[in-house]
């Protein structure tokens, strides 16, 4: 009798069915979209003489991302959001944001000391209520835990949020 002669997919491309956002180590639950980003900061320089740019620097980054989801019935945060409404949690607390690849097991992106800049509710008819959340980042960082913004170009290193100027000195061997 002939069989099926099935074979699983070498899929190449990644989607959404295979990412996980947590934010701190909660799922969030129904998320719809995130994106996420970081604005570089460059800029050209210019100097008299020359329209053209002498030289282009990248001054201020900016990472950040933006956060949709299905608002949640309070049956549903109980299930899946550990019995929290997120938007009561966000004023005056900063988290972590990580994008999980649930077919790799790893973090892939881990947006860190992220704070909430905005919260918006949509409550259309006939269709689910949806929430989007804004937040900006401290840094960003790449599986192994490396910050992906660290371009070396800095005289200040600044490291975990609230160890600013940590193991900086200045020519007088004062440290801050």
């Known amino acids: 009798m002939p069989g099926f ?14 990412v996980e956002i947590l934010l701190g180590e909660v799922t ?3 998320a ?10 460059t800029e050209q320089l210019y100097g008299i003489g020359s329209a053209k740019p002498q030289e ?6 900016s990472p950040a ?17 550990a019995g929290q409404n997120l938007s009561y949690l966000l004023a005056g607390n900063q988290y972590e944001m990580i994008v999980y690849d649930g077919a790799t097991q790893t973090a892939k992106y881990t ?3 992220c704070k909430c800049g905005n919260f918006g509710e949509n409550i259309p008819a006939n269709a689910p209520v949806r929430d989007t959340y804004s937040f900006l980042a401290m840094d960003v960082l790449d599986p192994n835990g490396d910050s992906i913004m660290d371009d070396g170009n800095n005289a200040l290193q600044v490291g ?15 440290s801050a």
Not at 5 to 18: E, F, I, K
């Open 65 to 81: 991302f933006t956060l949709d989801s299905f608002a949640l019935t309070v049956a549903g945060q109980a299930l899946l959001q």
């Open 160 to 174: 975990a949020p609230g160890a600013i100027g940590a193991g900086v000195s200045n020519a007088l061997g004062l």
């Open 28 to 30: 969030i639950g129904f």
């Open 111 to 113: 947006y860190v000391g």
């Open 32 to 41: 719809q979209t995130t994106g996420h980003q970081i604005a570089m900061g």
């Open 56 to 61: 282009i620097q990248q001054l201020r980054m």
């Open 5 to 18: 002669a099935s074979t699983t997919s070498a899929l190449q491309v990644q989607n959404g069915n295979t």
